[in-house]
Structure formats: structure tokens, C-alpha cells
């Protein structure tokens, strides 16, 4: 099969396909033919060795994953045939820029039916961050005041849409040029951060996504008894310490697989409360192109390879 590794830390020029063995599932997994599989900007920093996440190369980068179910080990959860989206054994490798992944079928939930494989391999990684954050730590609810930052982008263009499934007043930060998509998304109020300081006119926040290191400033938009939801520093001791003492709550983010919540989401999904977006779609062999533009930080919803 075809699939694409890297030898060693470097630019979107170490990403090259090469001819591998094929994956057989052990008892309770399932051998996923892949249709598409996201780009992550966390692939971007494991590949360059920014986040050394899986050690020293050889090895390949890419979780998102939605394809068909082409062999089924004893005890797992599907079918050969079936439709299947996910982003397995994060943080650890899965190799999802492939023709073939071997995963845990709990690993991985049945694709949205109203979806093609492209749209739903956008969903996992950055969906299951905005709602593992808002739903499951946070508990975002009908009439909460939620402030998302990069709401244009892979993890924020998700959150917007959940909190306001969930009945929540967004209040969503990204450039002028995104503030036509994110209203579209559902937001409720926009803010345009390279004009204005959302710090000096936001208040009274029941929850804050923060997913650009600012927990300090974002900490001072949140009421008492706020939650701010932290996605790069979730491992930040001291500024959880910070949050608690301003009587607010930290929740810091790592996402992780989670079969139950993609069910949710996916019923969210062809209920049309949900929709992915993705800009771009590359081949495989061009997944360095893909890297480069999700390095440049500039991407609205999802960059996408075909397989």
C-alpha cells in the first residue's frame, strides 16, 4: 500500500509516499480502507520536530481518517462495508496518510450519512477539541455567553457551530476577511482582533475557547465561576493555579479518541446543525503542499488529502 513517512525532522519536503506492508486488525480492530484523511497544524509540528510527539523518525504523521471498513477483526464493533470516521490512538502514531489504517473499533465511529468522505475526514481531531472543551469539560449550555478565538479556523469553525447547537450566544474572533463565514457559521457577535482588543470590550463571559496561548488576557473576559478552555496550554500548572485563584475554572484540553462524543456529533451532523468546511483538497503525494498551507496559519475550516 501506499503511505506517506518521513525520515527525519524538516519542512513539508520530508513528507514522501513509499511502498509498505499492509496492516492486519488484531481482535477488536478493523482495517480501514481510507478515503481522505485532514491536516492537522499539530501534524505540521510533530513533522518539523517542533512537538517531538512520537519520538525520532521514520515514522507517519495524520490522524483524521474517514473510509471503508475493509477487514474486521474478532469482537470489533463493525462490519466489512461499513462507512467509518475517526482519529485513532491520538497522541500516538496512527499513520493516517494511507491507503490502509488498522485501528480500535471503539476507536471510531460510523460517517455521517449526509457527508462524503472528504468533509467527514475534517470532523475528528478538531471537532472532538471544541467539543470535548465546551460539552464534556465546560458543559456549555442553552444562554451562555461563549467567546471562541480563531473562529474561522479547523477547531473554531467546530466550536462555534456546537455552542450554538447547544443554545449558547458565541461571540467569535477572527479577521475581517472571515467575518462574512463565521456568521454564516452561526456566531452571534464578531470581532475583527487586528482591530479591535476583545479584552477591553468583552465581559462577563460564561466561557472562553482559547486556542492561542492567551489564557492570561482571555482569563479577564470570563465572570466569576467562568471556565476558560485552554488547547495549547493545557499542561500550564501555573496558569491553572492563576485561573482558580481569580475564582474562574481551567480546563486545559488534550483531545483524545472518543467513539461516543463522534456519535454525537455525527447525528448533529445530518441533523444539518453541523457542517465541515474544507478549502483544499490535495492528493497524497502532495501532502507537503498541504502541510505548507496549514503551516502559514492561514486556512478557513480544513485542508483535506484524497487517498
Known amino acids: 500500500m501506499r503511505a506517506v513517512i518521513q525520515q527525519s525532522f524538516g519542512g513539508p519536503e520530508v513528507l514522501e509516499v513509499v511502498e509498505t506492508e499492509r496492516p492486519k486488525p488484531l481482535a477488536g ?43 474486521a477483526g474478532p469482537g470489533a464493533r463493525f462490519a466489512v462495508g461499513d462507512e467509518v470516521y475517526g482519529m485513532p490512538f491520538f497522541p500516538r502514531a496512527a499513520n493516517g496518510y494511507a491507503e490502509y489504517v488498522a ?36 458543559g456549555v449550555k442553552e444562554g451562555d455567553r461563549v467567546l471562541i478565538q ?24 477572527a479577521s ?51 471556565v476558560l478552555i485552554s488547547v495549547l496550554e493545557h499542561g500550564n500548572p501555573e496558569l ?20 461516543a462524543a463522534l456519535e454525537e456529533i455525527a447525528e448533529l451532523v445530518d441533523a444539518g446543525r453541523i457542517s465541515p468546511y474544507v478549502e483544499q483538497t490535495f492528493p497524497l503525494e502532495e501532502a507537503g503542499k498541504a502541510h505548507e498551507l496549514v ?3 492561514h486556512v478557513q475550516g480544513k485542508i483535506v488529502l484524497t487517498v
Open 176 to 226: 475581517a476577511a472571515r467575518h462574512d463565514f463565521v456568521r454564516g457559521l452561526g456566531a452571534d457577535e464578531v470581532i475583527d482582533y487586528r482591530t479591535t482588543d476583545y479584552t477591553e470590550t468583552v465581559k462577563d463571559v460564561d466561557i472562553v475557547l482559547d486556542s492561542m496561548a492567551q489564557g492570561d488576557r482571555a482569563l479577564g473576559v470570563l465572570r466569576p465561576g467562568g
Open 240 to 259: 491553572a493555579a492563576r485561573v482558580e485563584a481569580a475564582g474562574r475554572r481551567f480546563a486545559g484540553i488534550s483531545v483524545e479518541p472518543d467513539y
Open 29 to 71: 480492530e478493523v482495517l480501514v480502507k481510507v478515503h481522505a484523511s485532514a491536516v492537522n497544524p499539530i501534524d505540521v509540528a510533530v513533522r518539523s520536530g517542533a512537538i517531538p510527539l512520537l519520538g525520532e523518525p521514520p515514522f507517519g504523521v495524520g490522524w483524521d481518517i474517514s473510509g471503508v471498513v475493509e477487514e
Open 103 to 138: 485501528v480500535p473499533s471503539r476507536q471510531v465511529a460510523r460517517k455521517p450519512a449526509r457527508l462524503d468522505h472528504v468533509h467527514a475526514a475534517a470532523i475528528p481531531l478538531a471537532a472532538l477539541t471544541a467539543w470535548q472543551g465546551l460539552v464534556q469539560a465546560a
Open 150 to 173: 480563531r473562529a474561522a479556523g479547523g477547531v473554531g469553525h467546530f466550536a462555534v457551530q456546537i455552542a450554538k447547537a447547544r443554545g449558547a450566544h458565541v461571540i467569535a474572533v
Open 295 to 297: 503551516a502559514a496559519a
